[in-house]
């Protein structure tokens, strides 16, 4: 796992910052796939599972790192200068535990989750079923 030092501690404001404009992307994401769910392709099931981890990751591993920073009363959260969540006065210890033991493990399992997703589009592509044209948004020509 990725431990923290004095030589990459500086980069921790900017990895928060980051995260947390994530989290907020996800949950745009998120409305936008609800109010657009009658315009998704049929997959199959193994599709849908796949689709369906991706989202539960994106979501996940940004919020268990939220309840850490909330549990670790370490200090405020400031997303790129701006303050979105106070310190708490005395640490949470179950948060912190959480944070620490699922927080690294969560986000490398949607590394991989989503180079295999990438991996599968490249592969459908190749095999000439449009898989990128059509998430791209681009109609088929010619009946392909």
């Known amino acids: 796992m990725w431990n923290i030092n004095e030589k990459y501690y500086s980069l921790m404001g900017y990895h928060k910052s980051v995260g947390f404009l994530l989290l907020v992307l996800v949950?745009?994401?998120?409305?936008?796939?609800?109010?657009?769910?009658?315009?998704?392709?049929?997959?199959?099931?193994?599709?849908?599972?796949?689709?369906?981890?991706?989202?539960?990751?994106?979501?996940?591993?940004p919020v268990v790192a939220m309840i850490r920073q909330y549990g670790s009363a370490r200090g405020d959260l400031e997303v790129f200068g701006i303050t979105v969540m106070h310190k708490i006065e005395q640490p949470?210890?179950?948060m912190t535990q959480l944070g620490n033991a699922a927080?690294?493990?969560?986000?490398?399992?949607?590394?991989?989750?989503?180079?295999?997703?990438?991996a599968m589009a490249v592969l459908h592509q190749l095999r000439g079923e449009k898989i990128i044209n059509r998430m791209a948004g681009k109609p088929?020509?010619?009946?392909?």
Request: no cysteine; aromatic share 12%; net charge positive.
């Open 103 to 118: 927080h690294g493990k969560l986000a490398y399992l949607l590394f991989m989750l989503a180079f295999g997703h990438i």
């Open 140 to 144: 088929a020509v010619g009946g392909e």
């Open 27 to 61: 949950a745009l994401r998120l409305v936008w796939v609800l109010a657009n769910w009658h315009n998704r392709p049929h997959g199959s099931l193994v599709v849908k599972l796949g689709h369906a981890a991706l989202y539960v990751l994106m979501a996940a591993v």
């Open 92 to 94: 949470i210890e179950w």
